[in-house]
């Protein structure tokens, strides 16, 4: 069964940038759409992007470009950086997987890491 | 970009009961497979979400019979047959047909 873990620094400062990795383990990468979501605290889910097996990548607009999605196949890793945090940042981010021919939704997702950006 | 109204925003429910949840899309989400692309999702408490239902209708793996999907194009509906204690959390529909893919704002199920 497939399973993310995912890490990253928790704590963080406005301007500084994020980085984040999610581990794909039990499961190919290929075929899948991998794919990275946030939730700001108290707050509904925003997607933030996604890179395909191949390497093709999409972004929320809302990210106004600051946002770079990656993957590492030899290590079955794709990670996620957004520069310039401001406090909007701050948020539960969630690696998630789908498949990329099925649609058949978001599933699974990692455990969420809590980032917090402060001044 | 695709809006997502969720009604009710809050759902008392009772264990044994029906409960239903509502979805409205901006824009169809009709594919031109047929398929709505429109997804459920269960967060439960301090949980990642799950997934519940996709393409509208179909029930994700290892979800339960209760839980079923209906609609197309802009209108979608999950129903819950009989509400169970385990299924309190925020309920969320999600479209997946364009980018940027976008949630409704979720329906909190609580025990009445």
């Known amino acids: 069964q497939v399973h993310l873990q995912q890490w990253g620094a928790g704590l963080l400062k406005t301007s500084e940038t994020l980085s984040l990795t999610c581990a794909v383990f039990g499961g190919s990468f290929s075929g899948y759409y991998w794919t990275w979501i946030r939730q700001p605290p108290g707050k509904g889910l925003e997607w933030i992007g996604e890179i395909s097996h191949n390497g093709i990548t999409k972004y929320n607009p809302s990210l106004k470009g600051r946002g770079t999605i990656s993957m590492d196949r030899s290590k079955n890793q794709f990670s996620l950086k957004v520069r310039s945090l401001t406090a909007a940042d701050t948020a539960v981010y969630y690696c998630a997987r789908s498949n990329a021919v099925a649609a058949s939704g978001f599933d699974p997702w990692g455990r969420g890491t809590l980032v917090a950006v402060s001044s | 970009d695709i809006v997502m109204t969720q009604s009710p925003l809050s759902l008392p429910v009772t264990p044994g009961e029906p409960a239903s949840i509502s979805c409205r899309s901006s824009?169809?989400?009709?594919?031109?497979?047929?398929?709505?692309?429109l997804d459920w999702y269960l967060q439960k408490p301090g949980q990642s979400p799950q997934l519940l239902i996709y393409?509208?209708?179909k029930r994700a793996s290892g979800v339960p019979e209760r839980f079923s999907g209906s609609g197309s194009g802009t209108d979608f509906t999950l129903k819950i047959s009989r509400v169970e204690a385990e299924d309190v959390g925020i309920y969320y529909c999600m479209q997946s047909l364009q980018p940027p893919l976008t949630f409704g704002g979720g329906t909190k199920a609580e025990i009445k």
């Open positions: 393409l509208s209708y």
């Open positions: 824009q169809s989400l009709l594919h031109s497979n047929g398929y709505s692309y």
